[in-house]
């Protein structure tokens, strides 16, 4: 069964601390990789989409890479308007967007 | 441009009643994906609609259905609502199968 598993569950960082945020699927033929954000009671911000192992994409503090079998954001000097869940999904042929549960960011100033 | 958006925000029902939600996609998409989002989990993809035609569907019981309309806003309705219904229900635009650009949702309160 096609599976998205996100690692931690939830992380807290201090402001200014770099790291970054696994996630890990299951899937045959791979269509696509999304990065999504989610503030409290909201629903889900794009952030980035990743198609093939090797890729990168950025945008201001967040960096997002890709291999054959796991993605990473990495989040570069967060600042406390970083603090949200973070949402992994990918998608193969027509089949929808499977999400992961989510890495739950905290930023203390 | 507006993006997606979604009404009502919040609602409140008790077992047994029927819902309906509503969702207006982000201008120029034609593909509407419906999600539930239980508390502490991601999202769980009930159906998908295009050219008002329910296109795909997730692991979710017969009480839920759709609509799409010709504008390519789409319903969402919930039948004989049980407590485990309760959640956050978001909408999903695309053009397409391309990426999908998510409301703000409703919050359904089941009691």
């Known amino acids: 069964e096609d599976q998205v598993t996100q690692s931690p569950e939830a992380l807290r960082l201090q402001e200014g601390e770099s790291s970054s945020l696994n996630c890990s699927y299951t899937v045959s033929g791979l269509r696509g990789l999304f990065w999504y954000r989610q503030d409290p009671g909201k629903g889900p911000e794009f952030l980035f989409t990743l198609y093939s192992a090797g890729e990168e994409k950025e945008k201001e503090r967040l960096k997002a890479t890709i291999t054959k079998k796991e993605s990473f954001l990495h989040i570069t000097a967060p600042k406390p308007e970083d603090s949200a869940t973070y949402l992994c999904a990918r998608n193969s042929g027509n089949t929808p967007l499977v999400f992961g549960k989510g890495t739950r960011l905290s930023v203390i100033a | 441009d507006a993006g997606v958006t979604q009404s009502p925000t919040h609602l409140i029902k008790t077992r047994g009643q029927q819902v309906t939600l509503r969702c207006s996609p982000k201008?120029?998409?034609?593909?509407v994906s419906w999600y539930q989002q239980a508390l502490g989990q991601g999202p769980q993809f009930i159906f998908q609609y295009y050219e008002e035609e329910e296109r795909q569907r997730g692991n979710f019981p017969d009480r839920f259905s759709g609509h799409q309309f010709p504008n390519y806003s789409s319903e969402l309705n919930v039948n004989a609502l049980l407590l485990g219904d309760s959640a956050l229900y978001l909408c999903?635009?695309?053009?397409?199968?391309?990426?999908?650009?998510f409301g703000a949702g409703t919050r359904l309160s089941v009691l």
């Open positions: 201008s120029g998409h034609d593909t």
């Open positions: 999903a635009s695309s053009l397409g199968a391309d990426i999908q650009y």
